[in-house]
């Protein structure tokens, strides 16, 4: 799974994803890491400079106060999925992420980046006055925040969104720097490397599975090695882009032509073959019928 922009997109501005594509594609990361904390440490990370798009806002500004007046004004204009509003009363300061009612149950882990995010910001500009036990923050899930951020007893459960209350004190802080994330646990993130390479593969092409034209070195430059290197693993595992193929080929195959009543044309068509007796004869190799011979005993 991968967002569906080039990566350059990231760091333009004017380009926008919908909010579920990016809820969905966090849990899949959290999922991949298996570690719960996943989000919230993406958000200390951002914290420290992680994310360039944050840099020149976190940069500007002067305060505590300032970057979240900033910050508000600048969710608002690009009209996120949630919005921010910070609250003043007395000696505590509140900062809220709102989100809409009905919201994506999985914008929970996007809720966990913004606890890892504004409360390692708060705790960067405190330092030596810093007092996780005055800190309390509200969100959906309180198993997602890690305890070397927040103790327990400062996270609670409660709607969408994060209500996070701090000494209002805090707003009077200078801006932590923005630094290496030096001291940061690490985000558990696997080596590209030490996930399936055929797994890798086969997401590729099963998205385009209907391409005939899509060769090992297009498929090597899509995901970051080259077509020598590629080989050479894919031949370490026992297997080759056309086996996967072949794979996909025919689990989608059969189960189209026993499943649905698409016509045999078009499921060839699908699939990257030239003709429907190409894939005649292909699905006859794999079941040792035809198509229209399995739909007749239906």
């Known amino acids: 799974m991968q967002l569906a922009i080039p990566v350059e997109a990231l760091y333009d501005p004017s380009v926008t994803l919908p909010a579920n594509e990016v809820y969905s594609f966090l849990k899949w990361s959290a999922d991949c890491t298996g570690s719960p904390f996943f989000t919230a440490r993406v958000g200390q990370y951002m914290a420290a400079g992680g994310w360039a798009p944050l840099v020149p806002l976190m940069t500007s500004a002067q305060s505590i106060a300032d970057f979240f007046q900033k910050f508000g004004l600048l969710s608002s204009d690009r009209n996120a999925a949630a919005t921010y509003r910070l609250v003043v009363e007395g000696p505590i300061a509140l900062w809220q992420l709102i989100r809409p009612v009905g919201a994506n149950k999985d914008a929970v882990y996007a809720d966990a980046i913004a606890v890892g995010f504004f409360a390692q910001i708060l705790k960067s500009a405190a330092q030596d006055i810093w007092d996780p036990l ?155 019928k035809s198509p229209r011979e399995i739909r007749s005993e239906l």
Not at 149 to 173: A, C, D, H, K
């Open 134 to 288: 005055q800190v309390v923050a509200v969100m959906p899930d309180a198993s997602l925040i890690p305890q070397d951020l927040l103790p327990p007893t400062s996270v609670l459960s409660g709607e969408m969104g994060l209500n996070l209350r701090f000494p209002s004190s805090y707003l009077g802080l200078n801006m932590p720097a923005v630094l290496p994330p030096e001291g940061l646990p690490d985000l558990g993130l696997p080596n590209r490397h030490d996930l399936m390479l055929a797994e890798r593969i086969r997401q590729v092409l099963e998205h385009r599975i209907s391409e005939p034209g899509l060769g090992v070195a297009r498929i090597a430059s899509m995901i970051g090695l080259s077509k020598w290197k590629l080989q050479s693993l894919l031949s370490l595992q026992g297997t080759s882009i056309s086996e996967i193929r072949e794979d996909i080929r025919r689990s989608q195959a059969i189960e189209r032509v026993t499943f649905t009543a698409d016509k045999i044309d078009a499921i060839a068509s699908d699939l990257g073959y030239a003709n429907s007796a190409n894939f005649t004869r292909a699905f006859r190799t794999w079941t040792g």
